[in-house]
């Protein structure tokens, strides 16, 4: 028995649109199992909990920012890293290209973004 493994996606937004766009178009994609995050801490508290194998990660988040997810995700021994961390930003140039690595971003993917943009960063 040959199963294709589905893969776990944690969406960390909390924007409530972004969110729906976001899982709309994981639905089109694929088959995942995806989950959400409204703000920094729940979303440390999911990578903990569920071990996504990729995070969406928006960069301004109310309370824990992005870059607080990020550090803990680099830091804390009891979070299994991610195979991809996905930074969302409508913000431009958030990050140096060169930091991008020391900061654990696989990709950044720049709000608004479409649905073949969402795909590349999730596969490419």
Known sequence: MNEKAIIRILVIDDEESIRYA???????????????AEDGASGIAAIKELS????????????????????AIRTDPDIKRPKRVVL???????????????????RVLAKPFKLEQLKKALFE
Request: net charge negative.
């Open 22 to 36: 976001v899982d709309a178009g994981l639905e089109f994609i694929g088959d995942f199992e995806v989950h959400f």
């Open 52 to 71: 996504p194998d990729v995070v969406l990660l928006d960069l301004v988040l109310h309370s824990t920012s992005g870059m607080d997810v990020l550090e």
């Open 88 to 106: 969302m930003t409508g913000v431009s140039d958030p990050v140096p290209i060169q930091h991008l690595e020391d900061l654990g971003i696989d």
